[in-house]
């Protein structure tokens, strides 16, 4: 071979091996064309804004997190300082800066479940419902006993006006763990926005029974819009408000320590 084609045959190498590892990583996220279009027939006060869970929180798996693959050009080291910089950019609202560093991250570990979270939570935020939706999906088959990538799935599916479907894969959280006020109070906007007051307000006390006082501010939220004329809604509502006023009234005062006197010196 003439040893002046070797570098341009190197080189040729791994383009191509770059752009498959790029292939492999968008398919996925194309799959979303398959899914049915939004119908956005409501008005904009059925606008879902209940909660996504913590992106922090990583899904639960049978067993030890496997680390990633080293991966060819790049190490390990290198990739989690980008992950940690996407984080931060995430966190003082740089979205679009945090986005291209998480997806170099997952061209690269087309599976980082951690990456993966951060990336659908960046595309819901950027109200990319449908990319998102595509993200979620490959999470839940990566990580079926997660009810956190159910419950993220079934909001972009909410914000996509897909109701049903989106109570159908709420549920499906909600079986998974049930204790969870987040997911219960995404099924009551969900029921409520459709016109089902009665499993709203059930999944809403729900939520009232595990969290406490800390749900009231969502009785608020535009989803719950149907409720908060509800007489039944709204005397409950008005009950837990009294009672979280009488139990701060009823918590005894913190107790100050006395003050300590300095030691007099020896003599």
Known sequence: MNKSLAPLIIGLAVVILLTMILISVQTPYMERDN????????GDNNNPSMQLSPYEAQPR??????????????S?????DMYLKALNNYHIGQ???????????????????????????LLYQQEKYDEAESVYRNL???HPESPMVYNNLGQALAKQYRFNEAIEVLSTAR??????PIISLNLAGAYAVIGERGKAKYYFKEAYSTAGKQVLPAAMDPTLKSLQDDPEFVEFINQAKAKAVKEKK?????KIAPEVKPLKALQ
């Open 35 to 42: 899914y049915p279009q939004n119908n956005k027939n409501s």
């Open 140 to 142: 839940a088959k990566m």
């Open 61 to 74: 798996s049978p067993g030890p997190r496997r680390e990633p693959r080293q991966a060819p050009g790049i």
């Open 175 to 180: 079986k998974k763990d049930p204790a969870s």
């Open 76 to 80: 390990n080291e290198e990739l989690s």
């Open 250 to 254: 009823d918590q005894p005062e913190p």
């Open 95 to 121: 979205f679009k800066k945090s986005e291209e560093l998480v997806r170099t991250v997952l061209i690269f570990t087309p599976k980082d479940d951690k990456a993966l979270m951060l990336y659908g939570r």
